[in-house]
């Protein structure tokens, strides 16, 4: 199984969230919300503004009914919201990947720091999760 880190603002505590707006059966998608804010998280904090993440590019990590439902939680909750625009990400000034909506981390939940968390391609229980590892990675450096 392969792992690797993501970045998710330290602000944001999903199972806080699932507790308070009463949505236990998410706890077990606990590293699928965690994934997909931080598809967002890195670049809102280097570009402040909406970021583009293409539904294509979720599918291929998470299903589409978990992902409908993710969203509509995280926009529910005031986590994340979106623009409804869509647009192309950019490289160099170049249109790259495919056409996406954008997204952002709401206040108070955006913190322009970043926090390392352990991602793993297969999804398991997040008591699996728990542990801490000490990973260095420049990726991962705080940004002040």
């Avoid at 999903?14 to 699928?32: A, G, M, T, Y």
């Avoid at 170049?94 to 322009?112: L, N």
């Amino acid at each position: 199984m392969s792992q690797f880190l993501i970045s998710i603002p330290p602000t944001i505590n999903f199972v806080h969230l699932f507790d308070e707006w009463e949505l236990p059966k998410e706890k077990k998608h606990i590293p699928k919300y965690e994934y997909f804010v931080s598809l967002i998280y890195a670049e809102q904090i280097e570009q402040q503004t909406y970021v583009p993440v293409s539904n294509t590019i979720l599918k291929k990590v998470i299903r589409q009914p978990i992902i409908t439902r993710m969203k509509n939680n995280l926009f529910n909750m005031g986590v994340v919201e979106c623009d409804y625009h869509m647009k192309f990400a950019m490289s160099n000034g170049q249109a790259v990947g495919y056409e996406s909506y954008g997204y952002r981390i709401k206040c108070p939940y955006y913190f322009p720091h970043i926090r390392p968390a352990l991602f793993q391609e297969k999804f398991e229980p997040q008591n699996k999760l728990t542990t801490p590892k000490k990973i260095s990675s420049p990726i991962l450096t705080i940004i002040n």
